[in-house]
């Protein structure tokens, strides 16, 4: 299991999502930080400031096969008394080409945000849309990519997975989850052949303060060729029903221009840890 760019929740988080699979991780989403300041003039412009992580390297480079895709991420959540609560869906835009470089075009918190990966000369760049600014991260002092391979890390829930036992109740059986695995077959999605696995993942008595198993279900369709997971669904009784699914698949050669700064972009190389963009609204 591993990662495609990391991108992919963004927008004070969003989404949050339990999945696993092949190699390239389909949009990591991000969580930024927004905070608002309101100028005080006549008709005032309204600033957004928004905190947004630098971005992390990819897990290995596919090369060879390219596409583009709309990625959509939903979630629904029953409360105690059956009320249903549905996130409104959120969607990134993914490209890849033949040379294993990638894009990821998202919305945190109303900006225009593009994350491009260069694993040819090893930059990974946030582009500010509104602001023509393009904000360079240099590769990392020891890479750690390799060729692609058939596991892919997506966004699981280790906030469970890493906590101790909770005290006052004691675990029975076991002080650690369980987790099993079956097979689903194969299908066809979005024209992309894929193969279907689900996971069981039971959490004791006295893990989270549990009085009772809580049992967590994670459905994965994954491609072999494009090495992503094209459709995955996550059944949590913390978190409700999470969806993430490919839509709209290409698989020809995007835009070479799609991986590249555009040329009235200003170039701003980071060294820290996040990444300040401020949105003006009229």
């Known amino acids: 299991m591993n990662a ?4 992919a929740l963004i927008a004070a988080s969003f989404f949050f999502f339990a999945y696993e699979a092949y190699a390239q991780q389909p949009a990591q989403e991000k969580t930024g930080t927004i905070s608002m300041s309101v100028q005080t003039a006549n008709n005032p412009p309204r600033t957004t400031t928004i905190d947004l992580p630098a971005p992390s390297p990819n897990g290995p480079v596919v090369t060879g096969e390219p596409y583009s895709a709309e990625v959509i ?13 549905t996130q409104k869906a959120h969607s990134t ?5 033949s040379e294993g470089r990638t894009r990821v075009e998202t919305s945190p918190g109303g900006a225009q945000v593009v994350e491009i990966d260069d694993s040819v000369s090893g930059f990974r760049y946030l582009l500010d849309l509104q602001n023509h600014v393009a904000h360079r991260f240099a590769p990392p002092a020891e890479s750690t990519r390799e060729d692609a391979s058939y596991a892919q890390t997506t966004r699981v829930d280790s906030s469970a997975a890493n906590s101790a036992p909770a005290r006052g109740i004691t675990p029975t059986q076991t002080d650690h989850p369980q987790s099993s695995t079956e097979s689903l077959g194969s299908q066809t999605v979005e024209g992309v052949y894929v193969e279907g696995k689900k996971t069981t993942t039971t959490f004791p008595v006295g893990f989270m303060g549990n ?6 279900v994670t459905e994965s369709w994954i491609s ?4 992503l997971t094209v459709v995955s669904k996550s059944s949590d009784p913390r978190m409700g029903e999470s969806t993430m699914r490919f839509r709209n698949i290409n698989r020809s050669e995007p835009d070479p221009a799609l991986f590249g700064v555009p040329a009235d972009y200003q170039i701003v190389d980071e060294n820290g840890e996040k990444v300040e963009i401020r949105i003006t609204h009229p």
């Open 73 to 85: 991420y939903e979630r629904i959540q029953t409360l105690a008394d059956g009320t249903h609560l």
């Open 211 to 216: 009085d009772r198993p809580l049992v967590r």
């Open 93 to 97: 835009k993914q490209y890849r080409d």
């Open 224 to 227: 072999s060729d494009l090495k």
């Open 4 to 7: 495609m760019p990391r991108i």
